[in-house]
């Protein structure tokens, strides 16, 4: 058999702090590696299969696209795209009218940011700190983390970062030349920090006031993560560009920018290969509509609950802080993290750090009971 670490560890460029696990195979929240060992999957590939590995729907609809048109250009209509495009607005907020499809959630931002100029006149933006946005050039601008930075400098200009949270702070950044805002509903890479409602409202409030753009970032938290399809609706606001990715495919690399009639773009001010291609747009819908007949949503509701109320009777002693919304799950330790995580591989487990104290878990919403829990009785063990 081939080593398949090493060739890796040949031939990739390494940028990825990997974990010593060639994984092969997954069904549901479950994953296999090359030797045959079983994990539960508490990361979903950072809430990317909310809807399982290896979804029955998704993988028919992928194979059957395959076979009938893989590519087609943006300058053609496509059936594979009308239909998914209806799909998707019918789940979207109903102030968010057309889209801009992408391949992933960093070219969604990108497009938000251009949008945001092009429709304002305007060239800054506000941020927040402990954000994270991608890591092209544009979204590495509102990404908050200097060791992501360090080395690309200069990067696009007019981008300040504010606490999270904090609407005095944020006001007090605006002036003439604001083109948008961008938020995450929850900061996911940041360590699960919640959005208070009332912020997000003033926030909506400042930006009708002044004529900036809202932009809200959905990348991670969308798709019935937090309990709600899209968690802006927690927050009982309206954006003006929502971004989205991740889950929205079944895993199939894709993503989105849901505009409201604000936003208008002439034709050849921006583009993309592949954004939008059958095959994405197949697995799209198929994903979309596994949700919606599954009632993922809910079912991340209940889910969440049920993990937060059987975390906090414990005795956890190494636990500072637990934060969770939906099935998105922030265990704020005492010490580093990392350890933990090492611990938890062990016990065949998968979890992920969001910074250097903060224990993250994004499972599969269709995780089943007896899985959460055994991860809770592992957790009890461990940071007791």
């Not at 930006?207 to 959905?218: A, F, P, V």
């Amino acid at each position: 058999m081939k080593d398949f670490k090493e060739l890796i560890q040949r031939y990739e460029v390494d940028v990825y702090p990997r974990r010593d696990v060639v994984l092969v195979k997954g069904k549901g929240a479950r994953l296999w590696d090359n030797e045959g060992n079983e994990y539960i999957d508490m990361a979903a590939g950072i809430s990317v299969a909310n809807i399982g590995h290896a979804n029955e729907n998704v993988a028919k609809a992928l194979a059957e696209q395959a076979s009938t048109l893989l590519s087609c250009p943006n300058t053609f209509y496509n059936d594979k795209k009308a239909l998914f495009l209806e799909k998707l607005f019918e789940v979207a907020p109903k102030n968010l009218t057309h889209a801009f499809l992408t391949n992933s959630g960093t070219e969604a931002i990108e497009a938000a940011l251009k949008f945001a100029r092009l429709n304002s006149g305007k060239t800054k933006f506000i941020a927040t700190m402990k954000a994270f946005h991608g890591r092209t050039m544009g979204a590495l601008s509102a990404t908050y983390k200097k060791e992501y930075k360090e080395g690309f400098e200069p990067l696009v200009q007019g981008f300040t970062h504010v606490p999270f949270n904090n609407f005095e702070k944020l006001a007090a950044e605006v002036d003439n030349d604001t083109a948008a805002i961008i938020l995450e509903p929850v900061q996911g890479e940041g360590g699960i920090n919640i959005g208070q409602q009332e912020y997000f409202k003033k926030v909506r409030a400042l930006c009708d006031e002044k004529n900036i753009l809202l932009i809200i970032d959905e990348i991670q938290t969308g798709f019935c993560r937090t309990g709600k399809m899209f968690a802006i609706e927690h927050m009982g606001i309206e954006a003006d560009m929502m971004t989205v990715a991740k889950s929205i495919a079944g895993g199939f690399p894709m993503g989105a920018i849901l505009c409201s009639d604000k936003i208008k773009v002439d034709k050849n001010k921006h583009g993309s290969t592949f954004g939008g291609n059958p095959l994405a747009c197949a697995a799209g819908f198929a994903s979309i509509d596994f949700m919606v007949q599954n009632k993922l949503w809910q079912q991340a509701e209940e889910k969440g609950k049920y993990f937060k109320e059987k975390l906090e009777k414990l005795s956890l002693a190494k636990v500072r802080e637990i934060r969770i919304i939906g099935l998105m799950i922030g265990i704020e330790l005492k010490d580093k993290v990392q350890p933990v995580l090492q611990e938890l591989l062990a016990k065949k487990i998968i979890a992920l750090p969001a910074g250097t104290t903060v224990l993250r878990m994004l499972p599969p919403i269709v995780i089943s009971y007896e899985d959460l829990d055994t991860v809770i009785d592992v957790l009890a063990e461990l940071l007791k």
